[in-house]
């Protein structure tokens, strides 16, 4: 069974930081997707990560992927109240669309 | 990207009592998702809906719970039946809507909050 865990769950940070949200999974993946969450809304894609070494970034937000080590990161840069939301990794398998979530990260950027 | 529209987007509901959450595609899509989101928690897939044929459950949800239909290429439903204060969840329809460096990628309705008394 796929299992997707993220750290830390809760993470409280000064506008202008420097932080990373981690995501490890269990078995083996081909694709492994970052998601943003507001309170109150839906999800919204960020970034999706395919092969070993991939990195993608917007803006503040910066995603990894080491499959060999099934691990993800989404490293935030010199934050600002904005980026405040939940942030979710999921991963998928070989089974088309399905995906397993990761808990979320609830990220506060305090001013 | 596809835009989903799902209602109703929250109701109170009483213990014992079935309550039909429709999610609604701009496009044809062929598979849709069904989530839920129990309060500070993760989403957890609970099935996925293709036109024409029933529902493939995940481990731990079955028919006579949730069922859902799915009568068309862009509509489909999710019943909640039976409904206990366990069910108090967001539940969250989603689809496969267009295609990032080659992965396709899931778009989420804005889900639809039900509190069981």
């Known amino acids: 069974e796929l299992k997707v865990e993220q750290n830390p769950l809760f993470l409280s940070m000064q506008e202008g930081k420097n932080y990373t949200i981690y995501c490890n999974y269990s078995?083996?993946?081909?694709?492994l997707y970052w998601y943003r969450q507001d309170p109150g809304k839906s999800l919204e894609s960020l970034f999706v990560?395919?092969?070993?070494?991939a990195v993608k970034q917007e803006g503040r937000l910066m995603a990894s992927l080491d499959t060999k080590a099934r691990l993800s990161t989404l490293h935030i840069t010199a934050a600002v109240h904005d980026l405040s939301a939940t942030y979710f990794c999921?991963?998928?398998?070989?089974?088309?669309?399905?995906?397993?979530f990761g808990e979320g990260t609830q990220l506060t950027v305090n001013p | 990207s596809a835009v989903i529209s799902q209602k109703p987007s929250r109701d109170i509901c009483q213990r014992g009592t079935s309550l039909t959450i429709q999610c609604q595609v701009d496009?044809?899509?062929?598979?849709m998702f069904w989530y839920r989101q129990q309060p500070g928690q993760s989403l957890t897939l609970i099935a996925t809906?293709?036109?024409?044929?029933?529902?493939?459950?995940e481990s731990g949800f079955v028919i006579d719970k949730f069922p859902i239909s799915r009568p068309n290429l862009t509509f489909s439903t999710l019943t909640v039946s039976n409904m206990s204060p366990e069910d108090s969840s967001i539940y969250l329809c989603?689809?496969?809507?267009?295609?990032?460096?080659?992965?396709?990628?899931?778009?989420f309705g804005a889900g639809s909050r039900l509190t069981v008394l």
């Open positions: 989603s689809v496969e809507a267009g295609v990032i460096s080659g992965a396709n990628v899931l778009t």
């Open positions: 078995t083996t993946s081909d694709r």
């Open positions: 990560l395919l092969s070993n070494g």
């Open positions: 999921a991963v998928g398998t070989s089974r088309g669309s399905r995906l397993t």
């Open positions: 496009s044809q899509v062929t598979m």
């Open positions: 809906a293709n036109q024409g044929s029933e529902a493939t459950y």
